[in-house]
Each structure stands twice: as C-alpha cells, then as structure tokens.
C-alpha cells in the first residue's frame, strides 16, 4: 500500500474583493427601498420591515471584514444584489472550470512536475455549475491530463473529502498522483437580501496535489485522514433541477443558502472537536502538540472554541490560522487557503491538521507530517 503526501497546493484569488463597509451600504439601501416601497402593508402589519446591517455586527458575528467576488458591481447594486455572470457558450471554458485551472496552474507550477503524472482529476466543492458534464472533466481537458476525472459535493467538507478520496486511489496503486480541485463561487448562492448572511460567503479557487510517497519529493505525509456525516437541516441549500417541476415553479421562495446559525455553532463544535481529538488518538497522536490548525473558515467564534478544544488552552493566531478576514467563508476552500498560505515555517517532523466542518453535516480532518 503506497502512502500519500500533499505535495503541493495552488491558489486563485479574483481581482476584485468588497469591504464589509460597501456591502452593508448596499444592503441598507436595498432595506431602505423595501421599507418605502411596502410603507402601506408594513404600517398595517401585513408585512415586516427590514432591518438595517453595520460593519460592528458583521464582524462581531463573523471575524469577517472583506470578500473575494467575481462580480462586485451587482452584489453591492441595491437593485441587483448577486453578480452578474454572463453565460457562456458551450465551446468556452466555464467560469467555475477556468478559476479552477488557474487554481490548478499554480499548484502544479508548485509541484515542478509534469501533468502527464497526474492520472486523476477529483473536482470538490459546494456548488456544481451544472450537472454534466462533470467540471472535473472540463479542468481535466483544459490541463491536458489523462486518466479520468469526476465531480463530488460535501458542501464545506467537499476538500478534505476529495483529498481522503485521492489518498485512498493512492494506496490501492490507481493513481501516481490525483489533483484536487475546489471552485467556489459561494457569491452566485448567496441571498444578499438576508441581513443574517448578506455578509458570509466570498468567491476563490484552490488545488491540491495528492502525490504517492514514493514519488514525492519533500511535501507533507498523509498521517490519517478521517470523514464523518450526520443529517442536519440546519445549513441547507434546496436549488435545483426539481425546482422547476414544483407547482408554484420557477420565481417561488428562494431557495438558495439558509441555515440556523445558532444551532450550526452549538451542534457542530462539539462534533468537530471529539473527531479530531479522537481521530489523534486513534493514530497516536497528541493533539496538544500539533504546531497548526488548518480550520474551515466559517466563523471566528466557532474556530477559536474547538482550537480552545483540541490544544487544551486558547490557541495562539499562528497556531489557530484565520484567513476570514480578508476572504470570508469560501465553503470547501477555507481550509485549503489557510494551509497554503500558513506552512512555510514547518521544520521537517512536525504535524499540523487540515480540518473542514460544514453543511451536512459534515466533516473531514487531515493529518499532516512535514516531510
């Protein structure tokens, strides 16, 4: 059985980012305009007036201060409110395939090895462009690599499940080396006319290459790698193909990104605490003596209690990596992002985990050593 090494990563970052300052001007005035519009039925109790937003409550519920997008001009357009991504013609690269090319691009530009050692494309993330064909195969043709290719969706875990999926093709000598890749444009399923999530999600690609031990050179070995659902209807995201087959059809409620953001943190902190803790045991680790936690990065408040869980004491800012401020909640990528840009000053031997919790509910965690 071949063991597996993370053996490198890749980052894209749209160009344009929003300010938690732009967004809650837009959705203030958005709330102002609702509130003029229907003055009549909200004065007679028919309908309920909205609620402004502030750049305090932003970051006092989130630790976020700024987003990534692919669009700003619609999302902080009172009368748009989303981006605006136009469609593209079926023998153009799709939007969602090219970020993750270029996410891919810079991981195997990392790598300094060959694409032709690449023999498995997982495409991993929250969100699908459409169903078929799969977004794998579309980053797969546009890289030039063989082998195949498929899409998987686990909401915020979708990274961490695709890299466990990479290590086990590994092992069971199907794959040299699998390239993991997760686009999230969390901006296109974002109701930003809701005041408790207008400000969550932000936009980014990332990538990563799951090599065999043997062929790797430097990296991080794959120590464990554990995976674990549990039905919520808490984080729940109902678009979909159905949706235009229900009686009251298409311009019905919405049905994008809603949760109970209560329930999320008092159900899956402790959740995600007990799996890595014991997930350590299990591998004969002591999680007191991890040197970084590479967490997914929905809020800071959830982050800091289970670093607070798994260390034994309140983790320290380079110990507990935070990356919600400048890019918010990126779905499957937040973790990634905080590995990529918070390894470099590991000496060889010490250990670090990738972790991922979210909509499902799920959850994934990654042992890693420095080669």
Known sequence: MSRAVIAATGLYTPAQSVSNAELVTAFNAYVELFNTEHAAA????????????????????????ARYVVDKAGVIDPQVMRPSIPERPNDQISIMAEIGVAAANDAIARWGKGVDRIDAVICAAS????????????IQQALGIGGFG?????????????????????????????????????????????????????????AVIVEAADDAEGGWDILGTRLKTQFSNNI?????????????????????????????????????SEMIVTHAADLGLDPTAL????????????????????????????????????????????SIIAFHRANSDFAAGELGLICSFGAGYSA????????
């Not at 590479?294 to 260390?311: F, K, P, S, T, Y």
Request: glycine share 8%; with cysteine; aromatic share 8%.
């Open 42 to 65: 909200i004065a007679a109790g028919e309908t309920a007036a909205l609620v402004s937003s502030s750049e305090a409550f932003v970051e006092k519920a989130s630790g976020i201060k």
């Open 127 to 138: 969100n699908m462009q459409r169903a078929y064909p799969a977004m794998a195969i579309e």
């Open 150 to 206: 498929f899409d998987m969706n686990v909401a915020c875990s979708s990274a961490t499940f695709g890299i466990k999926t990479a290590a086990d093709y590994i092992a069971a000598g199907d794959a040299r080396a699998v390239l993991v890749v997760n686009p999230e444009i969390t901006s296109g399923h974002l109701n930003f006319r809701d005041r408790d999530s207008h400000f969550i999600f932000g936009d980014v690609a990332t």
């Open 236 to 272: 729940r995201n109902n678009f979909g193909f159905l949706n235009r087959c229900a009686p009251e059809g298409v311009g019905a409620a919405d049905k994008l990104f809603v949760q109970e953001g209560r329930k999320v943190f008092r159900e899956v902190v402790p959740m995600v």
């Open 291 to 334: 040197k970084r936690l590479w967490l997914h990065q929905a809020n800071i408040n959830m982050n800091e209690l289970i670093g607070r869980r798994v260390l034994g004491r309140d983790p320290t800012p380079e110990e507990n990596v935070i990356i919600l401020d400048e890019f918010a909640n990126t779905s499957s990528a937040g």
């Open 364 to 371: 994934g965690t990654v042992f890693v050593r420095k080669r």
